[in-house]
């Protein structure tokens, strides 16, 4: 296994998704407001991280491979920072195109002793006008004709970037090179990744598009996936759940991944570590059971720490047998 982890290294891995800043405001609680009945922070500093589709990138770039992230940002102070954290990460910004009309997503999450009190959202969820798709679509052209992509990757946080258009037009660039597709859904567009390689929902989305209650057991996840296949005609589906593992079906393949018992710090994060293991597994050409048990470790090990962050090549080998 570890021989195959090393195919990670070559692999090139277009990114289309809705991008973000992740910022912590980090201080201490010593004291109830005399106010309201809530902690007074004292602030201590302030973090900016990448996050949503930009998480993504950081994770296939931590784990050896060459990520290409095509995204949007807002002309403002926050488009600049993300692209400025693009490059103190060592990142391209060729992929991201600004834009006047819209502001740049913002996470702003309160902490204290590593404790998440309060999460402020700063975002539009307009889709993106039809000149930004077609800059877009310009810039994937370009990566799919110039580089050798191993796969694609659609991470959807609802948030506009990823269009009716912009999914069945890339989804047809990545076609026609042959590079197999893979998709971690949200709900708006749910049913328009037709035909793609891995489609990775949590258990929340499912349920909430199941016309059916949804158990976690096999026979109620197969019977889900089974559902899921008839609409899309994917080839794997891999839903995660949570606390309770991994589930994942490719033809009569089915079976529950249970994680393994951790002491959680903070979930933010995990299903952005899960996507990119299980998108260069993909790549690599490993079996589905091994890209499930790989994944569901890395998704894990970002549990265990505090706030957004990657993991490491160093993190997935030291859980591989």
Known sequence: MKNLISLFKNKKVLIVGDVMVDRYLLGSVNRMSPEAPVPVVDFGSEENRLGGAANVALNVAALGAQPFLLSVVGKDRDGKLFQQLLRNNQLTKKGIISVASRPTTVKTRVMAASQHLLRIDRETKKEITR??????????????????????????YNKGVLTKRIIRKISKMAADVNAPT?????????????????FKPNLKEVRQIVPFPVAINLKSLTEAAAFLEKKLKHSI??????????FIKE???????PTAPRIIADVCGAGDAVISVAALGI??????????RISNDA?????????????TIQDLMAGIS
């Open 131 to 156: 000149s930004v798709e077609d800059r877009l679509l310009k810039k994937a052209r370009k990566v799919l004709t110039e580089h050798t992509i191993s796969v694609v990757l659609f991470q959807d």
């Open 182 to 198: 893979v998709v971690d859904p949200k709900f708006d567009h749910f049913f328009e990744y037709k035909k793609v390689k891995l």
């Open 237 to 246: 589906t891999m839903i995660t759940l949570s606390e309770h593992g991994i």
């Open 251 to 257: 033809d009569h393949l089915t079976e529950i991944i």
């Open 283 to 292: 790549a690599a050409g490993l079996p589905i059971s091994q890209i499930a």
């Open 299 to 311: 998704g894990g090990k970002v549990c265990e720490k505090v706030g957004v962050v990657p993991i």
